[in-house]
């Protein structure tokens, strides 16, 4: 069994940062994809960021320029620098991972006020 958790989540004003974290632990013997995913409420989960076991990253529109991800190295550990935050990202942020099934954490929330 895999374990996720995250931290770092919290309310911050339009236009501040924040930085996530997310560590795995559990039946892992390599590194793995990571990611973090959100869910706005009454939205679906959508893509935030991921990043490769090589460290290639991939980013969604609304996160490229002001999001960060990144990852200890040699570890399943992933981070989120988010800057320039903006009320529409507002939501749940979930850590992900993938071996032979996908994992997830058990959230974190972000609050953005205007």
């Known amino acids: 069994q895999v374990q996720l958790v995250e931290s770092g989540g919290g309310l911050v004003q339009a236009g501040g940062s924040l930085r996530l974290s997310c560590a795995a632990s559990?039946?892992?013997?390599?590194?793995?994809?990571m990611g973090w995913y959100r869910q706005a409420p009454g939205k679906q989960r959508e893509l935030v960021a991921t990043?490769?076991?090589?460290?290639?990253?991939n980013y969604a529109d609304s996160a490229k320029g002001r999001f960060t991800i990144s990852r200890a190295p040699a570890k399943n550990t992933v981070y989120l620098q988010m800057n320039s935050l903006k009320p529409e990202d507002t939501a749940v942020y979930y850590c992900?991972?993938?071996?032979?099934?996908?994992?997830w954490g058990q959230g974190t929330p972000v609050t953005v006020s205007s």
């Open positions: 559990g039946s892992i013997f390599s590194i793995k994809p």
């Open positions: 992900w991972l993938i071996t032979t099934r996908d994992y």
């Open positions: 990043i490769t076991s090589a460290g290639m990253t």
